[in-house]
């Protein structure tokens, strides 16, 4: 290189250092793996790590797993006969004993307050392992001797029974969790509110009155002059005074089927006008009539 050329060659502005790599920014690269297709145990920030560091800290109960849940003693045992298939009746202590320790062995190590309670159970059962090994002592009445196990099995088929039971219990629907009971709020008026005629009730009244009418028809003809105007207003001095008339009331049989006739369409002039309310209870009862204002 020649010095002139060196000398005279434009200043290179200085690269930033986030687009160097970092042996050329300064800063010391990452070791290399030595294994390169070894798997990684872990990634921190992205960058894979293949061996634990020496100073990491685990504490003892970071991670349990606990394989089966059991709610006692009887529990567990019940768990390790059903499992193996053992007969209830005739239960073969030595093997569900071994297993039943090893279990205790494990909480025990954990859980001090909780393994007692199974620690008396592992002692019952070595107590009637131990009865079981020496010769059966006879009963005051010289019958066969009870056998050590008995009091043990009753125990386990009453566990089981109330196990199921509350399983069954369990598979039923209840309310809050498996549906909601449904609630509708209705106001209710002060006043009360009588149910609305529909037209079919007013004809069924209508062809009763009709049918007494006929049963009392003369066979006199004659010509009268009836007027709509004038059996409203009868209609209305009938219900004056009164708080209510059965429709029944307001039609006289006795002058007729055309009385009855207009007297009906009078009637339903008055509703049409809202001078008059026509009001039922309920369903089949009694149709009445009032009026729909109070005279002063």
């Known amino acids: ?155 386990l088929v009453e566990y089981e029974q109330i196990k199921l039971a509350a399983a069954k219990l369990d598979e039923l629907p209840v309310i809050g969790r498996d549906f909601l009971r449904a609630q509708v709020f209705i106001e209710q008026a002060l006043q009360p509110r009588w149910p609305e005629v529909h037209a079919a009730d007013l004809r069924q009244a209508w062809q009763e009155i009709v049918a007494r009418a006929r049963l009392t028809a003369h066979h006199t003809i004659t010509r009268e002059q009836l007027s709509v105007r004038e059996h409203m207003s009868l209609v209305l001095r009938r219900l004056q005074g009164r708080r209510f008339v059965e429709f029944a009331e307001l039609f006289d049989t006795a002058r007729g089927v055309p009385v009855l006739v207009v007297t009906f369409i009078a009637l339903l002039e008055l509703s049409r006008e809202a001078l008059v309310e026509v009001t039922q209870a309920e369903a089949f009862a009694p149709i009445y009539v009032r009026l729909a204002y109070q005279p002063s």
């Open 1 to 155: 290189m020649q010095p002139d050329a060196a000398a005279a060659a434009p200043p290179v502005p200085p690269a930033p250092a986030a687009d160097l790599p970092p042996e050329m920014a300064g800063e010391p690269a990452p070791p290399e793996p030595d294994v390169v297709d070894q798997v990684a145990v872990a990634r921190l920030y992205g960058e894979p790590l293949f061996a634990l560091p020496n100073d990491l800290y685990i504490p003892p109960d970071a991670l349990e797993v606990f394989l089966e849940a059991f709610e006692g003693p009887l529990d567990l045992l019940l768990y390790l006969i059903r499992k193996q298939n053992f007969n209830i009746l005739d239960i073969p202590l030595a093997d569900v004993t071994r297993q039943y320790l090893a279990y205790v062995d494990q909480i025990r190590s954990h859980n001090l307050e909780l393994a007692s309670e199974y620690l008396l159970m592992a002692a019952m059962l070595i107590e009637i392992k131990s009865r079981m090994l020496l010769p059966p002592k006879k009963s005051a009445d010289g019958g066969e001797p009870e056998d050590p196990r008995a009091e043990l099995v009753r125990r």
